[in-house]
């Protein structure tokens, strides 16, 4: 208690952020997910991720179609730029975008206009009922949202599921990670919720040992490792033998 009330970094802040609360007002919630494209860009490292752990898989099989399933999705500006890579590359592969808030789903919905290949329904990207067995499971950002209970029981569905193939990947919590983001942010922090809420994201963010220590709660017969990326990534990564580390 003593070092939690002496460092606030030393444990995970639980506050509610500000886009998702309902009554959020609904340009400025717009407005964040517009800028969620370059912010992801900039910092999610999901093109070095989704390039070796997804479109390196299906070059090995280019003539089968894949499934995709994304986890808390989202405007799906990942998905649209996944699908992008896909067609230059001339390989099938089909995305259920999941999101719990419909006011981010109208938005997905008309941003994937020109992308038939994404799949955007309203539900629980925690029940595994709603994957659809897919052949990977790919999580940006969903894992900070959740409460530690919560985190061990979608690493339990995804064995139970037997999902073979997933990346879930977050943000490191620090001071210097609130830092260099605050700076980042700056210059468009207007009229959205990126600086609030980025820093409040980050506070609820994890450590490594935090993430490790998850995986060991949630007793998998199969344990994911551990990843980290420059600039402050976390990545729970589970790959089927044979496809490399």
């Not at 029981?153 to 997933?166: R, S, V």
């Not at 830092?179 to 600086?195: E, I």
Request: glycine share 6%; net charge positive.
């Amino acid at each position: 208690m003593t070092e939690r009330a002496g460092n606030p970094w030393a444990y995970r802040d639980m506050r509610e952020e500000r886009m998702d609360q309902p009554d959020c007002p609904e340009p400025e919630l717009y407005c964040t997910l517009k800028r969620f494209s370059l912010l992801n860009r900039l910092v999610t490292r999901y093109r070095y991720l989704l390039t070796y752990n997804v479109l390196r898989i299906m070059r090995r099989q280019p003539n089968r179609e894949y499934r995709l399933a994304d986890l808390g999705a989202g405007g799906c500006d990942i998905g649209r730029w996944l699908i992008r890579q896909s067609r230059r590359q001339k390989l099938q592969l089909k995305i259920l975008a999941i999101e719990r808030d419909p006011r981010i789903v109208r938005y997905a919905v008309r941003a994937n206009r020109e992308f038939p290949e994404i799949e955007v329904i309203q539900g629980d990207a925690l029940d595994s009922a709603t994957w659809r067995r897919p052949d990977f499971v790919f999580a940006n950002h969903l894992l900070h949202h959740l409460p530690d209970t919560a985190c061990r029981d979608l690493l339990q569905q995804l064995e139970h599921a037997g999902i073979q193939h997933y990346l879930i990947s977050d943000i490191i919590r620090s001071r210097w990670t609130a830092l260099g983001y605050g700076l980042l942010v700056a210059p468009f922090r207007h009229g959205n919720f990126l600086l609030e809420d980025g820093r409040a994201s980050i506070r609820r963010g994890f450590t490594r040992a935090e993430l490790y220590d998850l995986i060991r709660q949630a007793n998998l017969a199969s344990p994911p490792r551990v990843r980290t990326l420059f600039p402050s990534r976390c990545v729970i990564e589970k790959r089927p033998a044979g496809t490399g580390r």
